[in-house]
């Protein structure tokens, strides 16, 4: 179920404003995930909160317009901190192992 | 408990004058956290203690008041210092995993 | 099956218009490899989904065209984010230890 | 006993002349702490360290005066390298679970 | 033997246009090495592939010719990402650690 | 005996001209050592190689000149390969535990 709304978010650097306004609710219940795609896209979700966490001005954010960073080097630093955040979900997930033969 | 005053501390990337002149006390008594999320949380007041302990001058992180970042490089960096600590937090407690059912 | 696939994938810094349109398909169904290599291929491929998830819009990614760097500290940014992905996927399929032998 | 003199031991980027001057001395005995958050100081204490071990002239240092940056970006990147160096003092004190009930 | 091919590709960020035509086959049969050493060099190779599989342009990477970077930033960069896949190959040899006491 | 040449090696960033010429021999038989210490003063050798094998050019190096790195991004990056290093030869030593008590 929230893992639904997870692929739903769209891939904005960060949350929409409304997202954000729901932030003092619960958003991250687990970490375990049915499938490794499912634990990338919780990654994407992590490393956005750790963005908006660190500058929740919406107005310095663009009022809730998702910052799409053009400079490929910013893009390569969003993928490493996804990249941190996935190592994470993998190994919170025993790396999908059980799964790997039904596929 | 101190879980709960993380909670409300807000999204700057340093901790208030306030917070940092308790700097002597204890606040760190442990990384267990009741959920994923609050290990999050956890990770956030870690990134933002690393970037106070180096720079304790008050003048200089302007008297308390946060240093809001306008660079969205400075952001996603601080998210990957997030992240960082994230992946310590979420071994610490063992993925969460046996509440990984409960909700 | 799915490995093959990419391992024809070619080497652009971001997937193709093609690859990314099918994104909303399952591209991820599992971590394990055959080879170390394989397991190398599929951290290249996790980190330029990383790059096009945070970047999904296909005007600035150059309708599909890759992007290809010419900063040799894009490159090295770039590998270092393959490494992260691959030390993931190297536990994941126990470092391949069980294939030491065979080859 | 050590773990006393580190946390009296400032918060400046570098070592002093002084402790620097100790440097030949041992100056990490162990990576056992009583709590994460001597563990934290000391992850400070060795992001410090690598800082003067590449940079050992005292007159570049500021002859022993602290590096304080007053640089945002500077300050993330030190956050950085103590959050590494915490993860691995956190994992050799198997996180200071054994702790976690009586605080 | 394949470790012994490496140890003699000598020291360039990315492979020569030999060993890059040589690309589609297989260059990374284990991550088992005999020595410590050979596995740093291993990694050496890792991070240069990466660079490799990010630009494949041959013209780009100026036909075979190593790209020597002069900038310390880039050589630190480079030591990094060859260190995060030393600590991925030092897991998988187990540290080497059945081979302390015979040096 | 490894060790005592290695504390002995100075703290320049990059190894002596005399050191890289013996670079074509063993330099790393193990990743074990006595103390915490000595495992700190190895990743900062591990550094300094990742550092020269990408540029072995000695012109480039300063003919064995030690590059002093006056900017403090560049001894922050160089502390985090470090802290990199630090964490994979700890996990080596298994965090020397087992001397925690001697000291």
Redesign the interface.
Known sequence: MMMKSIRMAG?A?VLSAASYAEGQE???????TQ???EG?ELA?T??????S?????RD?LGAGRP??????????????????????I???ND???D??DE?
């Open positions: 891939f650097l619960a958003w991250l219940p687990s970490l375990i499938t490794p795609q990338f994407v992590l490393a956005r909160r750790g963005v966490t660190t500058q929740p001005d310095v910052i799409y960073s053009h400079d490929p080097d910013s893009l390569i630093a969003a993928s490493q901190v996804i990249a941190i955040h996935f190592g994470t993998a190994a919170a790396y999908w192992r799964r790997a596929e």
